[in-house]
């Protein structure tokens, strides 16, 4: 099977799982509708909120799922909505991406730090977790605490 039909499968299987709110027309292979904003690699894993937002972009084609999070920016809330989708099609370091960048563009979103310390932490295709993860994993839950108190 091809990367492009595999995730096809995955996304598809997504959408028939999680009802008919995350069904959409077009299933094809998620497109990013803008660049990374840069071309530089990381030299090893993300250990900050920062690195991890490096490089996260919007994709188009993926399931449509929209959560309602306390923000006040629209760009926020559409990386929210695409770390969600990600976390459910278990990619779960892109969702951690889009998260993060969720976080960076409104640090007083609660929900976005949640989802950074959700999708950071052991997961179904990372069982064990890394030093550096769970550090990440920790701050970010503090962040979504300490945000909650104005959401």
Known sequence: MTPRALIGSLLGLTAALSG???ATADMAMPMPMSAPTSATPMA????SLAEWAHGAMLFQ?????????TTTSPVAQRYFDQGM???WG???DEAAR????AAEVDPRCAACFWGLSLTVGPNYNLPFLTAERAKVAFEA?????AEATHA
């Not at 839950?141 to 605490?145: E, G, N, S």
């Open 141 to 145: 839950v503090q962040r979504a605490k």
């Open 85 to 87: 989708a990600l976390m």
């Open 44 to 47: 090893g894993p993300p250990t």
């Open 61 to 69: 084609g993926l399931a449509k799922v929209h959560r309602t999070v």
């Open 20 to 22: 008919p709110s995350l």
């Open 90 to 92: 278990f990619n779960h």
């Open 98 to 101: 889009s998260f993060a960048k």
